[in-house]
T-cell receptor, first 111, second 113 residues
Framework: KQEVTQIPAALSVPEGENLVLNCSFTDSAIYNLQWFRQDPGKGLTSLLLIQSSQREQTSGRLNASLDKSSGRSTLYIAASQPGDSATYLCAVTAGGNQFYFGTGTSLTVIP | EPEVTQTPSHQVTQMGQEVILRCVPISNHLYFYWYRQILGQKVEFLVSFYNNEISEKSEIFDDQFSVERPDGSNFTLKIRSTKLEDSAMYFC???????????FGEGSRLTVL
């Protein structure tokens, strides 16, 4: 069974700093990897989807990379803002149609 | 922008009662899902639905759970006899293609007393 781990569990940075969130998965035979953000008590908002044939995807200040062979993905956030404060989740799908989620990284950006 | 909508946003029920959670997926999407998140835990897959039938389900999705697409727009999750441990946030999601980008609703918080 696919296991997804996210480190660190929590991160606090001053506004303007660049930061990296990490995601690792145990089975490298993935189909897609998706990053989400979740605000407290809210649903999940899709940030980026990386297909297994891709190595990275960019959207605005966000850049996600994928290294299937090592079972790792990173989400890079440039010039962080207080509005970026949320929990960031990564999820992978491998062969089937279900996504396996990590426990998330809770990000706080201090003004 | 198209979005997944869920009702109710919060439901409180007594143990043993039946609950139906409702979802309207994005209109041109073909794959529909239910996930749940127990407080403080990971988001967990329950079931996926395509072409009017279940395509995958997890161990959590036992005989107490059922899904239905009663018309062209709604997608429902029914829990026949709720247990305390069913208390969670239930998320509906949809995607345009198999294994494709998931779009989630805001969730329905179920509290079983």
């Amino acid at each position: 069974k696919q296991e997804v781990t996210q480190i660190p569990a929590a991160l606090s940075v001053p506004e303007g700093e660049n930061l990296v969130l990490n995601c690792s998965f145990t089975d490298s035979a993935i189909y897609n990897l998706q990053w989400f953000r979740q605000d407290p008590g809210k649903g999940l908002t899709s940030l980026l989807l990386i297909q297994s044939s891709q190595r990275e995807q960019t959207s605005g200040r966000l850049n996600a990379s994928l290294d299937k062979s090592s079972g790792r993905s990173t989400l890079y956030i440039a010039a962080s803002q207080p509005g970026d404060s949320a929990t960031y989740l990564c999820a992978v799908t491998a062969g089937g149609n279900q996504f396996y989620f990590g426990t998330g990284t809770s990000l706080t950006v201090i003004p | 922008e198209p979005e997944v909508t869920q009702t109710p946003s919060h439901q409180v029920t007594q143990m043993g009662q039946e609950v139906i959670l409702r979802c309207v997926p994005i209109s041109n999407h073909l794959y529909f899902y239910w996930y749940r998140q127990i407080l403080g835990q990971k988001v967990e897959f329950l079931v996926s639905f395509y072409n009017n039938e279940i395509s995958e389900k997890s161990e959590i999705f036992d005989d107490q759970f059922s899904v239905e697409r009663p018309d062209g727009s709604n997608f429902t999750l029914k829990i026949r006899s709720t247990k305390l441990e069913d208390s969670a946030m239930y998320f509906c999601a949809s995607s345009e293609e198999w294994g494709g980008e998931l779009f989630f609703g805001e969730g329905s918080r179920l509290t079983v007393l």
